[in-house]
T-cell receptor
Framework: RKEVEQDPGPFNVPEGATVAFNCTYSNSASQSFFWYRQDCRKEPKLLMSVYSSGNEDGRFTAQLNRASQYISLLIRDSKLSDSATYLCVVNGNTDKLIFGTGTRLQVFP | DVKVTQSSRYLVKRTGEKVFLECVQDMDHENMFWYRQDPGLGLRLIYFSYDVKMKEKGDIPEGYSVSREKKERFSLILESASTNQTSMYLC???????????FGPGTRLTVT
């Protein structure tokens, strides 16, 4: 079993739609959780951290379910510029991070 | 704003050549990391460093070495490049005790 698993997609959604991605992780001792965004042929960029209480940043909402060991990202009112690959990231030992292989989102007009 | 820079965006080398990839960060981060990213495999950790002159093996260190002589600079060395090392190489850095990492723009290396 992979340490971090994501549906690769692609998720094809129209502008204005709401879309959600899930990610599961295997290490129950993980303490830090993130979503990164990666545009085609560019580096990953930190989108948001994921806290136990959940957190929201504009149109983006992240949730953590420790009991079921999954993380979710909800994007409301999708924009064309949201088209990218979204990486689920969990900490491993100490400051090391484990990256999922990403979920591709394509928003169409 | 965190800035991580890498010496080259694109590099083409021949099999057997020694290759140096340089990474510099300007945020006084303690931790630095080298990854490679391949389609379908995601990011895989090659080496990392928590301090000057310190290095730790990641998940796929074979065929690579690193050097960290100054806090802001972390070099990845391919001792004898091979075609299976054709990949996107990404450098990242983070503050000590903080998990979130910040990435450089990447170097797309092709070994022919």
């Amino acid at each position: 079993r992979k340490e971090v698993e994501q549906d690769p997609g692609p998720f094809n959604v129209p502008e204005g739609a709401t879309v959600a991605f899930n990610c599961t992780y295997s290490n129950s001792a993980s303490q830090s959780f993130f979503w990164y965004r990666q545009d085609c042929r560019k580096e990953p960029k930190l989108l948001m951290s994921v806290y136990s209480s959940g957190n929201e940043d504009g149109r983006f909402t992240a949730q953590l379910n420790r009991a079921s060991q999954y993380i979710s990202l909800l994007i409301r009112d999708s924009k064309l510029s949201d088209s990218a690959t979204y990486l689920c990231v969990v900490n491993g030992n100490t400051d090391k991070l484990i990256f999922g292989t990403g979920t591709r989102l394509q928003v169409f007009p | 704003d965190v800035k991580v820079t890498q010496s080259s965006r694109y590099l083409v080398k021949r099999t057997g050549e020694k290759v140096f990839l340089e990474c510099v960060q300007d945020m006084d981060h303690e931790n630095m990391f080298w990854y490679r990213q391949d389609p379908g495999l995601g990011l895989r950790l090659i080496y990392f460093s928590y301090d000057v002159k310190m290095k730790e093996k990641g998940d796929i260190p074979e065929g690579y070495s690193v050097s960290r002589e100054k806090k802001e600079r972390f070099s990845l060395i391919l001792e004898s490049a091979s075609t299976n090392q054709t990949s996107m190489y990404l450098c990242a850095s983070s503050w000590g005790g903080r998990a979130e990492q910040y990435f450089g723009p990447g170097t797309r290396l092709t070994v022919t």
